[in-house]
C-alpha cells in the first residue's frame, strides 16, 4: 500500500502551516484549468528527467485528476529515485475540488 492522505487531511496540514511540497504530476492543460495553490507542475512524463526538482527533505504530496497518475509517480520516485517522504491525495483534485475547495473547477 502506497502512502497517501484524503483531501481534508491534507487542507487540515495546509491550514496548520506543514512545509509540504505540492507536485502536481497532470499535464499542462489541466493544470491551467484548475490547480491547488502552491502547487508546482511536473507532468508524469517529465518526471524522469525533473525529478532532482524535488525536495528529498520535504514532505511531498503528489496529485493528479483522480489520484491513479499521482501513485505511479510516487511508485516510480520511491523506486528509481529512492525518495521517501511522499504522499499521495486519494482522489487527486477532484477530491479536492469537492470536499475542500469549491472553488476549483471539476472536470
Known amino acids: 500500500m502506497l502512502p ?3 483531501a481534508s ?12 511540497q505540492l507536485i502536481d504530476v497532470r499535464q499542462p492543460e489541466e493544470y491551467a484549468f484548475c490547480r491547488i495553490e502552491g502547487s508546482v507542475l511536473i507532468p508524469l ?3 524522469a528527467q525533473r525529478a532532482e526538482e ?13 489520484g ?14 529512492e525518495l521517501t517522504n511522499l504522499l ?3 482522489g487527486g483534485i477532484h477530491a479536492w475540488s469537492t470536499q475542500v475547495d469549491p472553488s476549483v473547477a471539476v472536470y
Open 4 to 6: 497517501e492522505l484524503t
Open 9 to 20: 487531511e491534507l487542507h487540515a496540514r495546509l491550514q496548520n502551516g506543514d512545509d509540504l
Open 45 to 47: 512524463g517529465e518526471l
Open 54 to 66: 524535488i525536495d528529498p527533505d520535504r514532505p511531498t504530496v503528489l496529485i493528479c485528476h483522480h
Open 68 to 81: 491513479v497518475r499521482s501513485m505511479q509517480a510516487l511508485a516510480y520516485l520511491q523506486h528509481r529515485h
Open 88 to 90: 499521495n491525495l486519494r
